[in-house]
């Protein structure tokens, strides 16, 4: 079973030289301290932002110079400010290449939850819905199932969605799934020391399984 | 020449009155107009709705406004981040309406370009898309939504000239350029006013065209939500 | 009867302090010379300027600084520059204040066409359909007969157009009339040494004559 | 990282092949790719659609093209200031399709922020209005008009970093910016390329990632269309 660094690893290296990424809050984040060597890669912060870089030395914060979660940043050699229409812009014309972000429920049609729960305080979509109807690739890093044990693999969702048919690949503490073009979470890897068996009882929607499922490698 | 300078936040904002639509511009506390802010929440206005990305703390920014009861209804894509604002939302004295972030830059941007509505995908298949207008572009889904339309925009700028011509300084950049652009009255709250000449024009972010008053603000406190810093 | 150059003084007289203006080719250049003592505008120019200023002297041009008539230029202490986006943005929200261009025909009801004459090589419409669709106000500069003796100012025009119920204000050799909202040229001013006969006659669409005529004042 | 940096306009337009849809930037002969154009006249390619302002003069920009005839199709809002252009016109050998400016723009700008439509005012009662979509938006009427959709943009800035990172001088800015947005390749030529971290971020008028392909051009004429000066 992977913790979060696991599977902030493990999509890493989904990662490709050259991309433009948008990470989300949460594990999504971490992902950018795993980047192979030799892979250049240029974060997009939604609020304005290409070529962010790590968070500043104290003393060094600039109160002008916030990520998307409203964290002090830094930016790199290379990187550009602008509006938030422009930053929204990139992104629906699929400038972007790949959106990491975490969610509540992924539906075995790809469809998203990750904004609101009925009857609790709801802060609102953000980004989120932007960056799911647009991104042409995204990878959902979350937990295979909820803290009350019940799985967020599912056939539909049943919180509010964010996005329709959107998500192109899932990263749990359990597995790598893609989403098939015919429906269903197709298993691509187990985490060490996970089975298949352990998935299936895991995941509600409709598990494929093709042949023999490798193990992850880190 | 028509003097675009006021002397202070108050000038700025003295024809704002209650029941009027105002775009803020600011993401979180970075970039936000302080100084009309504070006005505002000096003024003995009320329901007023209020455009703006986000909603302040409470005791800073759109959450001053909040705490005095001066805000009907926030059009924002992330709220939340004070308990004043939860209060008067779960009580029903506070109205919110939840937009994404992508649309309401591009509903901004739609007004200050003139285009009556703009086609964006976010949202589709959601309860965003309740009561709207969907379209098919080339097998892609797309919601139709409507530019728009703020009685007074107040941005904050590091650097404006006389004409009313706004540079932004990095990420405190965000929706400032786009609702300057929107307002039907835009008033621009700078760090540094200079004279006309003084600012490069190929620099220049927001033309001055789109700005009907200007002041430079002071005591920027210019607030941090999130202080990260890493180890040396 | 005045020539091009009254023409250009005559208009210069609407505009007021502030004024942002887009001034078309021909006659409606020569406006700016002739701007009242105290009175300030800034001239926008579509191909992504505010603030033009005269031609260059000599040796000075820079031939990255044109106006729209891919003429060298200069700027003006705060002047801005801009993509072609951008600058119809301003002219489309009405952030223009008054546009003044030349025409080859004007109707009653303001329709406007100066782009295309039928069997002749055409040329293209440049800015002027933006231009004409979106300002708030539009003052047509032109000859009130064409070189043929036929008078411009029609009950429908014969060309093709370039907008429609747009025109606010016309001022020609012999006139200054405004368009009706119920339709017709309500005559505002004749020129020096012009009689309201003569302009009855250099008009063909209808004209709304409505008490004493004054004589424009230059 | 992927380099963008190319030695040349040879190598930056090395899979551009006839029946291409291109976008070239500039006004006029102000701010055009002069290097790109020049060795797409020495390239073998024809039949293409060429979306430009305008289509140059006899003996310089996308003149020298017309000349070559391989242009099948020209979208501008003003052409014809060249005798060979109207010869190819009058006889039928080019097709011309002219759009009002500020719609050509939006156009361009439509397709580089994902937008696939956008509504205008331009032309509404013309023959440009023929065939297509109107609509009234609160009393006005308006065109609904198509995002393009291009292989290529060719633009050129001034200056740029390795990055692709562009910032645009005076008027030489013009289309340049929103067709970068909108090729699916975008190859930048400019005057002056320089390192990473050279550039102010504040300052970039283009970000890289609009941006495929990069060059340092050479020779450039820069040409003066309408020389017009005052008395000292």
Known sequence: ?218 | MINKVVANADEAIQDITSGMTLMLGGFGLCGIPENCINSLVNKDIDQLTCISNNAGIDDFGIGLMLKKRQVKKMISSYVGENAEFERQLLSGELEVELIPQGTLATRCMAAGYGMPAIFTPAGVGTEVAEGKETRNFDGKEYLMEMAFDADFALVKAWKGDTAGNLIFRSTARNFNPVMAMAGKITIAEVEHLVEIGDLDPDQIHTPGIYVHRIFEGKDYEKRIEQLTVRER
Request: glycine share 12%.
């Open chain 1, 1 to 218: 079973m992977l913790d979060k660094i696991g599977i902030a690893k493990r999509i890493a290296k989904e990662i490709k030289d050259g991309y433009y990424v948008n990470l989300g809050i949460g594990i999504p984040t971490l992902v950018a301290n795993y980047i192979p060597k030799g892979i250049n890669i240029v974060l997009q912060s939604e609020n304005g932002l290409l070529g962010m870089g790590p968070f500043p030395f104290e003393g060094e914060e600039d109160s002008d110079l916030i990520n998307a979660g409203k964290q002090t940043i830094t930016t790199l050699p290379g990187s550009s400010t602008f509006d938030s229409a422009l930053s929204f812009g990139m992104i629906r014309s699929q400038k972007v290449d790949l959106t990491i972000l975490g969610a509540m429920e992924v539906s075995e049609h790809g469809d998203i939850a990750n904004w609101k729960i009925p009857g609790k305080m709801v802060k609102g979509m953000g980004g989120a819905m932007d960056l799911v109807a647009s991104a042409k690739n995204i990878i959902v890093a979350m937990q295979h199932v909820n803290k009350a044990g019940e799985s967020k693999l599912l056939a539909e969702c049943s919180l509010p969605l964010t996005g329709v048919k959107c998500v192109k690949k899932i990263v749990t503490e359990l597995a790598v799934l893609e989403i098939a073009d015919e429906g269903g979470f197709r298993l691509l890897e187990r985490a060490p020391g996970i089975s298949v068996e352990d998935i299936r009882i895991a995941t509600l929607g409709k598990l494929i399984i093709e042949g023999e499922i490798p193990e992850m490698q880190l």
